[in-house]
Structures are given as C-alpha cells and as structure tokens.
C-alpha cells in the first residue's frame, strides 16, 4: 500500500512539473525581454573586455534584446556574436524567470608578453591568439628576440603556460628571450645566472633537470656561482662558472 501511494505521489509530482513547464514555456513566448544583464567571469581586474564592450557588440550588430518578445530573440545568434570577438573565449546566453537576458563571456586570457625584435609588442593568449596591449598592464613573463607571431604560437605557448600554472617556475622565470629556434634563454629572477634551453623541444624534461640541479646544487654552493646554465645537452646540466672556469 505504501510504495503504491508512492509510486501515485511521484506520478503527481512529475505531471505538476510537466504542466508548470509547458505553461511557463506558453507564457515565455508572449513575455517580452526586460533587459540585459552581463557577467564577465575575468581573472584580470579591469581586463581587456568590459561590460560597455559586451553590449558595444549588441549595438553594432543591431540586436537590441530589450523590449523585444523573447520568443523573437535568438540566444544562439547572441553567442555567435560573442564568440566571433578574437578577445573572447566563451560565451552562453540565458533567460531568468523574470525576463532578464543573461549574458555570461569569459575572456581570453593573456599569458605572455611578446616584444619581439621587429617592434611588435603584444599579448599572446592561451589559445594562441594575439591580443593588443593598449592600455592594460598585465605582469606576465616577457618574450624578447626573433619572435615570429607563428614561432609565439607554436613553439612559446606551451612553454608559457607551463610556466604560468607551475607555481615555482613562474615566481622564477621572467624573461625568454629567443636568439634563433635553437637559442631559447631563459632569465631567472634568482640568481644571476642565464639558463640555455636550447630549442623548446622536452622543455619539461629539461626544466625537470634544472630543478633537481636548483634543489641539489646551487642550494649548497649559492645562486651567483654560475654565469650560464646549460640544458641543451641530453641528460646532461652544463653549467659555466662566472670566472669562466667551466664545470659539469
């Protein structure tokens, strides 16, 4: 008797959201929209994409949501237009209960400071793209050299990344500065040192190295002993003394 009258109670409870659903979606399409709500989930204060440059976007395409019947708004164009924005990553559309339109971006999100021989000074996001600086100061690991905008997609993003979401590498590493493919530098802020990666190919392995080396080395003979770190060699760290009397 029991499990039917809760069997009867569940049937009745799924037929209520059932009709609640269906009338509400009823009403919904006559509703018109009261307005626009935006929310810019950015790890950067006062960062690349505001508020007022979400909704320049609305203005230049002609969509203006507000006052329209929601049933006439199309959410997925909405989306569409925001993600066709090179400084934006994701973007999703939604309506309250009330009638508001939500409008949630997550900008993308810069992780390295490229300055490259030719003068070109932007930021290299974590997909890839370049962003433009303009006005925004972003404390990020700076890239110097011969920097091809592909050799920055291709070869210096992952490093940058690792070294970004490494939490000893980035209080470590400040600068790469690129000589050719196979002269990548690396500039630490401890010690006065310069680390000689090589190319960027097995950088973890390497990198992997050089901290066993920190941790069993240099933290016994101290950080200014060497003038140059050397990776480049397999399974080897090469170090050169800052009187030039070389030792492995």
């Known amino acids: 008797m029991k499990t039917a009258f809760k069997i009867f109670l569940l049937l009745a409870v799924v037929g209520y959201l059932v009709v ?34 979400v909704r320049s976007i609305l203005t230049q395409n002609k969509v203006s949501p507000e006052g ?9 164009r909405i989306e569409q ?27 993308q999100q810069p992780v390295l400071h490229v300055i490259s021989g030719k003068g070109e000074d932007y930021y290299l996001s974590s997909t890839g793209l370049t962003m433009p600086t303009g006005s925004f100061n972003v ?22 990344l690792f070294i970004r979401d490494d939490l000893f590498w980035s209080e470590q590493i ?28 097995g950088f973890q392995e390497k990198l992997h190295r050089l901290r066993i080396f920190y941790r069993e080395g240099l933290e016994r003979v101290g950080w200014n002993k060497y003038q140059t770190i050397s990776l480049a060699y397999d399974d080897q760290v090469v170090c050169t003394k800052a009187n030039n009397t070389k030792n492995k």
């Open 68 to 76: 329209m019947k929601i049933s006439e708004v199309s959410l997925e």
């Open 20 to 53: 609640a659903v269906w009338k509400f979606a009823g009403q919904a399409e006559d509703r018109t929209c009261e307005g626009v709500r935006i929310e810019i989930i950015d790890s950067i204060p006062d960062g690349f994409i505001t508020e007022g440059y």
């Open 139 to 160: 404390d990020l690991c700076v890239a110097t050299g011969n920097i091809t905008k592909k050799f920055a997609a291709e070869q210096l993003l992952e490093l940058a």
């Open 81 to 107: 237009l925001m993600l066709e924005e090179p400084h934006i990553e994701r973007a999703s559309c939604y309506y309250n209960a009330a009638g508001w339109l939500h409008i949630r971006v997550v900008p």
């Open 174 to 201: 400040e600068q790469i500065h690129v000589i050719s493919p196979d002269q990548v530098m690396l500039y630490p802020r401890v010690g006065q040192h310069v680390i000689e990666l090589g190319s960027t190919e």
